[in-house]
C-alpha cells in the first residue's frame, strides 16, 4: 500500500479521485430525485467532443471539455422546457449529437490514440494542472451544494411546490445543471467519459437501500464512492486495470452486496409460521 | 379589510375554449371563500390563475397588491392541491425535511437548517398532533397522515392566507372531520384566509362566509348566510348533478 503511494502520479491519482468521489455522487443524489439521470450520460458524451475538439485545436482537453459541456448543459435546460412531458427526447437528441460529434472529431484528431485515456479513464496521465483545476472547482461544487442546499432538495421533490415556497427555480436549475456539468467534465481524466455516469448513479442506488433521510442518502452515497474509488484504485494499480472500469464494478460489487444483505436481513425479520 | 386577493377582468382559455372569462373577484382578509361548480368548471384552474401557477390570457391577478407574476414573498401563502400526494413514495426524506425546506426563504446565507427554524417547525408539526413523526421518512406514513404532513409543511411559512384544491379526496372521514376542524380554527382563532374548493356541501355550508359559484365561464357570488343549501342539496341527490340550478344574485 505504502510502496503504491510513493509514486507521485498515485497520489495524484488518488487526490483527484476522492475529490471525484465526493462530488460526483453528491450531486448524483439530487439529478436521480428528479428523475433525471441520463444527464450524466448526455452530458459525458458531449464532453467527449469537447475533449476531441481540444486535441485537434491544441487547446488543454479539459478545458475545452468543461466549455462544450456548459454549453451542452445550458441547451438540456433549455430544451427540458420545450419538451417538459419528453425529458428524455431532449437528452436523447444531445447525446446522440454530442456522441456524433465526438466520433467525427476523434477521427480528425492527430492523436487519437491519447483520446482513450478520456474514454476509460487513467491514473498515471493525471498531471499537476489536472489536480489545479480539480481542487479548487471541487471545492466550488460542495460549496455551491451547501449554499443551496435546502432549495435543491425541494426542487428534486417537486418544482411547482418549491416555486410556491419562493425558491428561485430557474436560477437553481441553470446553477445545478452547471455544476454538473463541472463535475463531469472534471472526472473525464480519471473516470473517463464513458464511466463518470455511473459513478454519478451507482453509489446513490446503494445509498437508497440503507438510507432513512436526504441527508443520510447523501452521506451513505458519498461513502460508497470513497470506498469504490479508492479500492478501485488500488486494483488498477497492482493488477494494470483500467481505473474507471475498476472502480465502477467495485461500486456495482458493492451496490449486489448490499442489496444482497438487505434480502437477508428482510428474510430474518419473516415472521415464522412453521 | 386589507385585500388578499384582487382579480380583475380574468380571461383564461386552453387552446380554443375560454375555461374563465371577464372574472372579478376580491378575498379579502379573514374570509373563508368556497368555490363550487360542476367537475370541469374551472375551479382548480381558477386557483392555479391566483397563484400564479397558470397564466391568464388577460386580465390581472394581485396577491397582497402585488401582479402574481411579480410576487415573491410566498410564505404568506399556503397551497394544498389534489396532487399532493402523486409525490414519489420512495423519495428519502424525512418529515422535517420536507418541512424545513419550506422555511428556505427564511434561512440565512446558507440554505441548511439551523436552530432559530427549529421551534418553528416543531409548532407546525405540533398542530397536527405529527410531533413524534418528525424522522420517519414521508413514504412511510399513511395517507391521512401525510396529509397532515402536508398541512404542516402549509403551516410552518406562518402563511396569512390558504388555497385548499380538494385536497381530502381519497382520505377517510375522520382524518377529513379532523382536518376541517383545524382549517375552521385557522380561520376562526388565527384569522388566517381560507380559499378552498370542496364537494362537501356541510363544510361549505358550517364554514364559508362566503360562496362563490363558477358556471359558464363566470362567477356568481354569495354570501355564506344567504346561500341557498337545501335547493344546492336537493339538486345533488334529485338530478344527480353536482352543482344544480339555483338563483344567482351579486354581492357586492
Keep these: 500500500m505504502s510502496e503504491m503511494l510513493t509514486y507521485s502520479f498515485m497520489q495524484r491519482a488518488f487526490i483527484v479521485g476522492n475529490v471525484i468521489a465526493v462530488i460526483a455522487p453528491l450531486i448524483g443524489v439530487f439529478l436521480i430525485m428528479k428523475r433525471l439521470a441520463l444527464i450524466g450520460n448526455t452530458i459525458s458524451h458531449v464532453a467527449l467532443a469537447g475533449v476531441a475538439l481540444g486535441m485537434i485545436l491544441g487547446i488543454y482537453p ?6 462544450i459541456s456548459v454549453i451542452a448543459a445550458l441547451g438540456i435546460e433549455r430544451m427540458r422546457k420545450s419538451y417538459q412531458d419528453y425529458a428524455e427526447l431532449s437528452l436523447s437528441i444531445i447525446l446522440a449529437t454530442g456522441l456524433g460529434m465526438a466520433t467525427i472529431l476523434i477521427s480528425l484528431a492527430p492523436n487519437s490514440a491519447g483520446i482513450m485515456s478520456y474514454l476509460f479513464g487513467s491514473i498515471t496521465l493525471v498531471t499537476r ?12 461544487i460542495i460549496l455551491v451544494v451547501f ?16 416555486r410556491l415556497s419562493g425558491i428561485p427555480v430557474r436560477f437553481l436549475n441553470i446553477v445545478f445543471i452547471l455544476i454538473i456539468s463541472l463535475t463531469i467534465a472534471l472526472s473525464m481524466r480519471i473516470i473517463g467519459g464513458l464511466l463518470i455516469a455511473s459513478l454519478i448513479s451507482i453509489p446513490v442506488a446503494t445509498a437508497l437501500q440503507l438510507a432513512r433521510s436526504f441527508k443520510g442518502t447523501i452521506i451513505y452515497s458519498i461513502f460508497f464512492a470513497v470506498v469504490s474509488v479508492n479500492s478501485g484504485l488500488t486494483f488498477s494499480f497492482y493488477y494494470d486495470l483500467a481505473p474507471g472500469g475498476t472502480i465502477i464494478i467495485t461500486g ?3 451496490l449486489v452486496l448490499v442489496i444482497g444483505l438487505q434480502k437477508l436481513k428482510g428474510y430474518r425479520k419473516q415472521p415464522d409460521f412453521s | 379589510m386589507k385585500k388578499i386577493v384582487e382579480v380583475n377582468d380574468l380571461s383564461f382559455k386552453y387552446d380554443r375554449d375560454f375555461i374563465l372569462q371577464d372574472i372579478n373577484l376580491v378575498i379579502e382578509q379573514g374570509d373563508f371563500m368556497a368555490f363550487l361548480g360542476p367537475n370541469g368548471s374551472g375551479k382548480s384552474t381558477l386557483i392555479q390563475l391566483l397563484l400564479g401557477s397558470l397564466k391568464p390570457t388577460s386580465g390581472e391577478v394581485k396577491v397582497f397588491g402585488v401582479a402574481v407574476e411579480h410576487f415573491t414573498d410566498w410564505g404568506r401563502i399556503g397551497y394544498i392541491s389534489q396532487q399532493v400526494k402523486n409525490f414519489n413514495q420512495s423519495f428519502p426524506a424525512t418529515v422535517k425535511e420536507l418541512i424545513t425546506a419550506k422555511l428556505y426563504q427564511q434561512m440565512g446565507f446558507l440554505k441548511l437548517s439551523n436552530s432559530r427554524l427549529q421551534p418553528r ?3 407546525a408539526l405540533a398542530l397536527v398532533d405529527m410531533l413524534d413523526y418528525q424522522d420517519r421518512q414521508l413514504g412511510s406514513l399513511s395517507g391521512g ?3 397532515r404532513v402536508f398541512i404542516a409543511r402549509t403551516m410552518v411559512s406562518e402563511p396569512e392566507v390558504i388555497f385548499l384544491d380538494e385536497p381530502m379526496v381519497g382520505v377517510d372521514s375522520r382524518a377529513q372531520d379532523d382536518f376541517f376542524q383545524l ?4 380561520n376562526n382563532e388565527l384569522g388566517i384566509t381560507v380559499v378552498m374548493i370542496s364537494h362537501d356541501i356541510h363544510v361549505v355550508s358550517s364554514q364559508a362566509n362566503r ?4 358556471v359558464d365561464r363566470r362567477l356568481y357570488h354569495h354570501q355564506g348566510d344567504e346561500f341557498d343549501y337545501s335547493c344546492y342539496l336537493e339538486g345533488v341527490r334529485g338530478k344527480n348533478r353536482l352543482v344544480p340550478e339555483h338563483l344567482h344574485q351579486v354581492v357586492d
Excluded at chain 1, 494542472?129 to 471545492?139: A, E, M, R, Y
Excluded at chain 2, 382549517?183 to 385557522?186: E, G, I, Y
Aim: proline letters at 2%; a negative charge; glycine letters at 4%.
Design chain 2, 145 to 147: 397522515q401525510q396529509q
Design chain 1, 252 to 254: 456495482v460489487a458493492i
Design chain 2, 183 to 186: 382549517v375552521n380554527r385557522l
Design chain 1, 147 to 162: 449554499k443551496y442546499y435546502y432549495g435543491l432538495f425541494y426542487l428534486s421533490f417537486n418544482e411547482e411546490d418549491a
Design chain 1, 129 to 140: 494542472q489536472d489536480l489545479s483545476i480539480v481542487i479548487p472547482l471541487g471545492i466550488i
Design chain 2, 121 to 123: 417547525i416543531e409548532r
Design chain 2, 211 to 214: 360562496v362563490v359559484c363558477l
Design chain 1, 62 to 67: 479539459v478545458y475545452m471539455a468543461l466549455l
